[in-house]
């Protein structure tokens, strides 16, 4: 089958050459958050802009400021290869800066997520490349409830405290934000904005403890390099955390390394948090500070609306008052197929073999169903167990088609307390969090 259905809904990856050639004014703000002087007709890069294309080729730009609009860098125009983000690999971009790409569903069937494939997203503009030196990097644990304020050196988390693995799940708060109708604002991700690598680091509760935490802690918050949107050194880009109860479990991590290597620079290097099945947003990247609160953290994007959903339900469209919101803490369950491929076609009379991942947030999957019929009947899957608390689990079936024609597989879980994934989108919130509504594909039996 030539089109998914679901294609209108999607943003094709789309290769820098296509870009340029379809519209290069468009492709300079799409790519590098070029602005065009309509005067002069420079094309002005911001900060975070000339980061990623000065990443891009490899080497800083002096005279960046007078490169005209609209104009492919040579070091691309020579090369028949499509534009990549540095280190990834078949990330679709979405339309805005900071960089924010997602990874489409047959890119994630990996049981562990490489990094060439984990999604990226940033509140900010990324720090600077040359500062994120691992021999010179620190964090500081600090804050009113924290009793012995304490600077380590990375050398020294590393020294000092037991290593710890742990396969986590980390997802956008916003993953599925596109299905949501009225439009949610924000990033309109598809389905792509998850990833369960593996972490290794030390446990942040450790090391909270060696720095004393005072009896009326509540909360934590971190605090990362990237820079403020607005250029503002005295502004965080984003400050965000957790209750302690969340702080210390076991498999919150202060990491320094992704499937056994540095942690990609697009996803913190050298140093992150990792508070898995939460927000993404509150496994703050780039960290170097660390506080211990008697108060919920109130940092940047702490407040309402930013991942916060009403308190009760409302009706598509409606204004909620930021009173009325509360703070997204662990996911909803959620289940993805990576195999195979939207729109393939299958001979009648072979069965298919479809697999995928399950997750819950806190919480375990216990079941995992498919079906063909648009969920009128549904078929139990295979289900694994996870690799360690808070990783997801695989899931596979093998299904068989009764005759010819279009079929749309979908994939429902049930989490530990028995609760599934709608079959349609969930209820609407203005920032369009929380969409775990079934997965589909569709399939032709020829």
Known sequence: MA????????????????????????????????????????GFLKRGGLLAMATAIGASIPFANNMPAG???????????????????????????????????HLLDDEVTPAKHMFVRNNGLLPN???????????????????????????????????????????????????????????????????????????????LEACGIKQDA??????????????????????????????????????????????????????RLVCGGWPGSVSGKWLN??????????????AAPSYSVPKYPVAPGTQVPNEDMEIIESM???SLITFPKTGINHPQGESLLVRGHAWAGDLEVT?????????????????????????????????????KGYYEIWARAVDSEGKAQPMVVPGWNPRGYLNNACHRIAVQIV
Not at 230 to 239: E, T, W
Not at 253 to 265: G, H, R, S
Not at 289 to 302: A, L, T
């Open 367 to 403: 079941e995992l169903h498919v079906s063909i019929d648009f969920g009128v009947t549904w078929q139990k899957a295979d289900l694994k167990a996870p690799a360690n608390r808070l990783a997801w689990q695989h899931w596979n079936s093998e299904l068989s088609f009764p005759e």
């Open 332 to 334: 909803p369950v959620k």
């Open 3 to 42: 089109n998914d259905p679901n294609s209108k809904n999607k943003q094709p990856s789309r290769g820098l050459h296509e870009l340029y050639a379809e519209d290069p004014i468009k492709a300079d703000e799409l790519v590098w958050d070029r602005e065009t002087d309509a005067g002069s007709r420079r």
């Open 129 to 207: 490349v040359k500062a994120l030196d691992p021999a010179t990097w620190t964090l500081e644990i600090a804050g009113e409830s924290c009793e012995k304020p304490t600077t380590f050196t990375l050398a020294e988390l590393k020294s000092r405290f037991k290593h710890h693995t742990y396969q986590l799940v980390v997802e956008c708060g916003g993953n599925g934000r596109s299905e949501f109708v009225p439009a949610a604002s924000g990033n309109q991700w598809t389905t792509g904005a998850i990833a369960c690598p593996r972490y290794t680091g030390v446990r942040l509760r450790d090391v």
């Open 218 to 271: 509540v909360y934590i918050g971190y605090y990362g390099a990237d820079l403020h949107p607005s250029g503002d050194p005295a502004k965080a880009a984003i400050s965000r955390g957790v209750p302690m109860s969340k702080a210390l479990e076991d498999e919150t991590l202060i990491a320094w390394a992704m499937n056994d290597e540095d942690i990609p620079v697009l996803n913190g290097h050298p140093l």
């Open 71 to 105: 104009l492919i860098p040579a070091a691309f125009a020579q090369s028949d290869e499509p534009f990549s983000i540095p280190g990834k690999e078949g990330l679709t971009i979405l339309n805005d800066r900071p960089i924010n790409a997602e990874t489409p569903p």
């Open 289 to 302: 500070k660390i506080v211990v609160r008697n108060q919920v953290h109130d940092g940047n994007k702490m």
